[in-house]
């Protein structure tokens, strides 16, 4: 028993001799945060043609007396864009757990 009790400290003794590395970048960080960046202006921008093609095709079906297709557009689009916006928080969320 006294051979493995020594095993460990010198095993310990070795990871306490182990300087603290001072973080840096993953390779291709940059790269890899700039499409995040594009990502997410291209969910803002089709969040907002989507709000807007569905209003505008909400005033057509009303104005034509059609059926209503588009609020069901309407709150579709509305739900994408609060994933799309909670997105962060929710992988943050998950991460740390």
Known sequence: ???????IVD???VYAQVSDPTPE????????????QYAT???ILSGTVSIVFAGGKFAWEK???GALQ???????????GVVATSAGTIMNTVLTI
């Open 63 to 65: 104005w034509s007396g």
């Open 1 to 7: 028993m006294s051979i493995i009790a020594a095993s």
């Open 41 to 43: 202006w291209l969910a």
């Open 70 to 80: 588009s609020p069901k557009m309407v709150a579709g689009a509305m739900i994408g």
């Open 11 to 13: 095993a310990v003794s």
């Open 25 to 36: 970048a993953p390779p291709l960080a940059d790269k890899i945060m700039q499409f995040v």
